[in-house]
C-alpha cells in the first residue's frame, strides 16, 4: 500500500483530498494486537514512549482507557489539542478527531494481526487557515514524530501490556 492509498474511515470534510495534508506512517510491531491496542488507549501513557504527547487532560468520557465518546486535551506539535474518539473496533480501529487554533484534523489508526506480530498504520488529515500556514513545516514533522510514535510503541509492546490502570 503507497500513502496515496487510505484504509481509514475517513469523516466527512477530512478526506486526504479536502485536506491541506496527508500524514501516514506504518510500521510492524512484535506484538500480539491486544497489547499494541492496549499501549494506544492510554493516552495518560503516551509520554512515557512518545516524547511529542504531553499534559494529556481527561475531559470526559470513558478513561483512561480510550473508548468511543472518550474526550481529551493533550500538548503536541506546539499546540494544545482536544481530541474525540470518533471510530471503536478494538483491536483493529481507532480515530480521534483532533481541534487547534487555527485548524482541524483527524487521526486515524488501523491494526492487523500478521505472523510476527501486528501491521500498524496511522494516518492522519489536517485542515484550517492556521494549518495552511504551517503545512510547509508541519507535514514534514509530523511523518517523523508519527514514525518515532510507532517506533516507541513497538517497542514498548514488545516488553507486555501496559500497567492496570
Known sequence: MN????????????????????????????????????????????????????????LGGPWPKLE???????????????????EYEPSQRIAWDAKVLGGRGHHGWLLRQESGGTFVRTEETQKGPGIQAVKPVLR??????HQRWLEGLAKVAAEGPPPAP
Open 3 to 58: 500513502d496515496a492509498e487510505t484504509v481509514i474511515n475517513w469523516p466527512e470534510g477530512h478526506r486526504p483530498e479536502e485536506s491541506a495534508f496527508h500524514a501516514v506512517n506504518e510500521l510492524q510491531v512484535p506484538a500480539e494486537p491486544e497489547i499494541v491496542w492496549a499501549w494506544i488507549c492510554r493516552p495518560d501513557l503516551w509520554p512515557s514512549y512518545y516524547s511529542n504527547a504531553k499534559l494529556i487532560k481527561h
Open 68 to 86: 468511543l465518546g472518550s474526550r481529551f486535551r493533550w500538548f503536541s506539535f506546539g499546540a494544545f489539542v482536544t481530541s474525540e474518539v470518533v
Open 140 to 145: 514534514p514533522m509530523m511523518v517523523r514524530l
